[in-house]
């Protein structure tokens, strides 16, 4: 059964730091696109950063490019984002998801099929 947990979240001022963790269990990593989406209140969820199948190719979207960066320890099968320069639209609840079949890399958050249970950012300006 595939299990994903996320760890991490907080409360930071704008330009500071967070690194969120993702611990994966219950099937074989690099056959999935493993990434971060987040989703702040009255918005819809919006992919932000992950691998694709293979995780030789790594996904960003636009708002977070040059701040945000993700990486994975495959023995530890576990996923980090280590999130610099925080700005308030940042804030949202952080999910870790992962999907094994190829539209994953489309990054749309209907089409995955597992979820973590999130983890909170808080950014105060």
């Known amino acids: 059964q595939v299990q994903l947990a996320e760890s991490g979240g907080g409360s930071v001022q704008a330009g500071g730091s967070l690194r969120l963790s993702c611990a994966a269990s219950?099937?074989?990593?690099?056959?999935?696109?493993m990434g971060w989406f987040r989703q702040a209140p009255g918005k819809e969820r919006e992919g932000v950063a992950g691998?694709?199948?293979?995780?030789?190719?790594?996904y960003y979207a636009d708002s977070v490019k040059g701040r945000f960066t993700i990486s994975r320890d495959n023995a530890r099968k576990t996923m980090y984002l280590q999130m610099n320069s925080l700005k308030p639209e940042d804030t949202a609840m952080y999910y870790c998801?992962?999907?094994?079949?190829?539209?994953?890399?489309?990054?749309?958050?209907?089409?995955?099929?597992?979820w973590g249970r999130g983890t909170q950012v808080t950014v105060s300006s």
């Open positions: 219950g099937y074989t990593y690099s056959r999935y696109c």
């Open positions: 998801a992962a999907d094994p079949t190829p539209r994953c890399g489309s990054w749309s958050p209907p089409l995955y099929k597992y």
């Open positions: 691998f694709y199948i293979g995780g030789g190719t790594i």
